[in-house]
T-cell receptor, first 114, second 117 residues
Framework: AQSVTQLGSHVSVSEGALVLLRCNYS??????LFWYVQYPNQGLQLLLK??????LVKGINGFEAEFKKSETSFHLTKPSAHMSDAAEYFC????????????FGTGTRLTIIP | DSGVTQTPKHLITATGQRVTLRCSPR?????VYWYQQSLDQGLQFLIQ???????AKGNILERFSAQQFPDLHSELNLSSLELGDSALYFC????????????????FGEGSRLTVL
């Protein structure tokens, strides 16, 4: 069975500071990995995904994540936080063989301090 | 705008009642997924349909059922409602070819917020 663990249900960073949201996965097969963002009163929106190829993936709004197989991690980063980044972020995993059923982490709420 | 439409956006009902949530997927998407989001359980996968047939089932209660119609819209039926069923219910769809799911990317609607009193 696949799973993801997001460390830290709440993260606060100052505007302009580095954003680091942690995600570790467990999968018996090579995984597809995703980060989704949920703004208040909205549905989830894909930020970025890793399927194959380059392990550093870039997404929307300046976010990026690096797939590290040896560490079973897929941490999300952004060099400089903006007020508009305040939202809930979900890491998700699916298996590599065409299964689009995503297993989500419990989410990390990001607060930006002015 | 993801292209996935869910109705109603908000629903308040009483325990023991039955409700139906509706989802229209993105144009051309064959797969529809239902997720439940609650404070204590997080985002839980309920069920997936592909081109009218059930493909995968998750933590869906026996009181809940779903179906996908020939026009590809889907409905989630919740019956004998309990207080604990209060949650945000999301529908998502995915782009698929004839060979089945490919990309792993889901497109989410804005959800239907169910409150059971």
């Amino acid at each position: 069975a696949q799973s993801v663990t997001q460390l830290g249900s709440h993260v606060s960073v100052s505007e302009g500071a580095l954003v680091l949201l942690r995600c570790n996965y467990s999968s018996s097969v090579p995984p597809y990995l995703f980060w989704y963002v949920q703004y208040p009163n909205q549905g989830l929106q894909l930020l970025l995904k890793y399927t194959t190829g380059a392990t550093l993936v870039k997404g929307i709004n300046g976010f990026e994540a690096e797939f590290k197989k040896s560490e079973t991690s897929f941490h999300l980063t952004k060099p400089s936080a903006h007020m508009s980044d305040a939202a809930e972020y979900f890491c998700a995993v699916s298996d590599r063989f065409g299964n689009e059923k995503l297993t989500f982490g419990t989410g990390t709420r990001l607060t930006i301090i002015p | 705008d993801s292209g996935v439409t869910q109705t109603p956006k908000h629903l308040i009902t009483a325990t023991g009642q039955r409700v139906t949530l509706r989802c229209s997927p993105r144009s051309g998407d064959l797969s529809v997924y239902w997720y439940q989001q609650s404070l204590d359980q997080g985002l839980q996968f309920l069920i997936q349909y592909y081109n009218g047939e059930e493909r995968a089932k998750g933590n869906i209660l026996e009181r809940f059922s779903a179906q996908q119609f020939p026009d590809l819209h889907s409905e989630l039926n919740l019956s004998s409602l309990e207080l604990g069923d209060s949650a945000l219910y999301f529908c998502a769809s995915s782009g698929t070819g004839d060979e089945g799911p490919v990309t792993g990317e889901l497109f989410f609607g804005e959800g239907s917020r169910l409150t059971v009193l």
